[in-house]
């Protein structure tokens, strides 16, 4: 009798709480109600941003949920900064109480952003924002905590424009960049001063210029000693990229030192890519698509770069290149830089097609000479000590065989061809053809 009347009392308080909650809902949403708490709301916006603010209608939905219709935000000349159909989020009051801010879901749909500079002696239109955004104080730490479940963002624009520099069109231009279709699913897991744990569960957008990502997903986890990325996968109209895993590593104080520290690391497992997909940077490669796969390991730093079991081939098996490559630089210098072994083949056409890119010069003209071109071997370079190369060229204009080394100003060696056209090299009938010649040398330089 007693369960009875607790499930009894448990379902009578439960109606209650939820007729309430529903009642409060209607309240809120009451016509003069939500005409004050809109303008009331964009009266708060305009006194934190410092600028106009429009926002034509505000409801509060279930579970939480603010929805605003109609946002304008305009930058400090009047000029719409941005410009979007609805706004909402969802808000978890149990953080509030740890001092965390906790937002479940995040939505922008049909958002226009226009960010622009137009004086090279003026801010850009969106610095006011910024400087709202960065601390007064800063010697007192930052009480930033905040997790957003999921921000969703559909049929957004984005455009950046710099109005005093020259457009290019047809060619990415960092000047005028005008991103459309901006699509995407990101969770933020946390944001703190000291650490950032993100993941992008899918990004899709266009550019101007031809530029265009179908599918973009990863997850990001940093703090001020490394940086993990993991789970990439980049998809484009011609390309696609799946990484398990990046590893940067750096020391973050705010100082130079970060660039100096810094270690990027990891293995390149199967990057397969098209030249169409470059064309917005380089427009001379239209009609020149050709599929290419990388693949090796790569360790950086700031004074050394290795490269092992790098293999950079094309589809058609027109181009080449494998090697193991160790580069250690000093003072904007390269100081050292060794290869065990390397091989480089270039096809006839595919130096045709990279001939017919470049300007019309004498090594354009050059290059449709050589034929099929076919480089191994190995080689060391050592600013303070001992280099040397040991290599084999062949070509359609001869082959060249070169065993060299240079130690202290001093050069020894041989270099041998054979079959040398010299007539193909120079572009002119009338030279001596297909001769061999042997060299040794040892001299002072």
Sequence with gaps: MVHVRLKSLVRVTAAFLLGGYLL????LNFSPLQSWLTRSVEEELEDILQTEVVVEDLEIGLFNRVILRGVLINDLSDTPLLNAGLM?????????????????????????????????????NYEFLLKLLKKDDKDTPSSLNLRVNSVILRRCNVTYDVSYEDVSPGRFNKNHIKVSDITANISLKKLTPD?????????????????????LTFRLS??????????????????SFSQNNILAKYDWDGSS???????????????????????PFFPPLKGKDRDFRLQGKFDIRSTYMSFQDLSLTDNKGQFILKTNLNLLSGDSLLQAANSQYSRLYVSEGFLADVADCLPKTNISSY??????????????????GRSFVKATLESGAGNVAANLSHQNKKLAGTIQTTGL?????????????????????????
């Design 24 to 27: 409060l809902l209607l309240f």
């Design 88 to 124: 909402s989020c969802k808000v978890e009051f149990l953080p509030l109480l740890k001092g965390e801010v906790s937002l479940r879901t995040v939505s922008v749909l049909d958002a226009d952003i226009k960010l622009c500079r137009h004086a090279i002696n003026q801010p850009a």
């Design 195 to 215: 650490s950032l744990n993100l993941r992008v569960r899918s990004l899709s957008f266009k550019e101007q210029s031809g530029i265009e990502v179908n599918s």
């Design 222 to 239: 940093a703090n001020k000693k490394q940086c993990l990325l993991e789970k990439i996968k980049l998809v484009t109209p011609h390309s």
């Design 257 to 279: 030192s970060f660039s100096k520290s810094l270690i990027l690391s990891g293995e390149v497992e199967d990057l397969r890519f098209s030249t169409a997909d470059f064309i």
């Design 367 to 384: 290059l449709t000479r050589l034929g099929s071109v076919n480089l191994y071997g190995q080689f060391q370079y050592d600013i303070q």
């Design 421 to 445: 056209r010299t007539a193909i090299l120079a572009g002119k009938e009338k030279m001596p053809d297909d001769f061999d010649l042997m060299a040794s040398l040892d001299m002072t330089l």
